[in-house]
């Protein structure tokens, strides 16, 4: 679904906006490395979109260790927190990891 101005509005009053600008280069790695996996296991040719990407991002976010400090530590409960912050952190690295893996980078 990608990244929604609500989303990205209440991510910034949560203050999930300022730990992905402070932690980029630790969310581009999760994000490149989630990117990397998805080109690996999807058919040879395949078209990966950031939807794919973000699904499986998901996962390794709901166990990471920053990330589940910080939403404990500031009481944000809900699931829609991690697939939010998954949507800001494609949104803000895909050109990059794009790149990346295509060695124009």
């Known amino acids: 679904m ?4 609500e989303a ?3 991510l910034q009053k949560a203050g999930l906006v300022d730990l992905f600008n402070k932690e980029r280069k630790v969310w581009l790695g999760v994000s490149q490395k989630t990117y990397d996996f998805v080109t690996d296991e999807f058919p040879v040719g395949a078209i990966i979109r950031r939807d794919d990407v973000q699904k499986e991002l998901i996962p390794i ?3 990471h260790e920053g990330l589940r ?3 404990d530590s500031n009481k944000l409960k809900g699931k829609f927190w991690i697939s939010f912050f998954a949507d800001l952190i494609i949104d803000r690295t895909w050109d990059q990891i794009r790149r990346a893996n295509s060695g124009t980078a």
């Open 2 to 5: 990608g990244l929604t101005l």
């Open 61 to 63: 976010l709901e166990v």
């Open 69 to 71: 400090e910080y939403l």
């Open 8 to 10: 990205e509005q209440r």
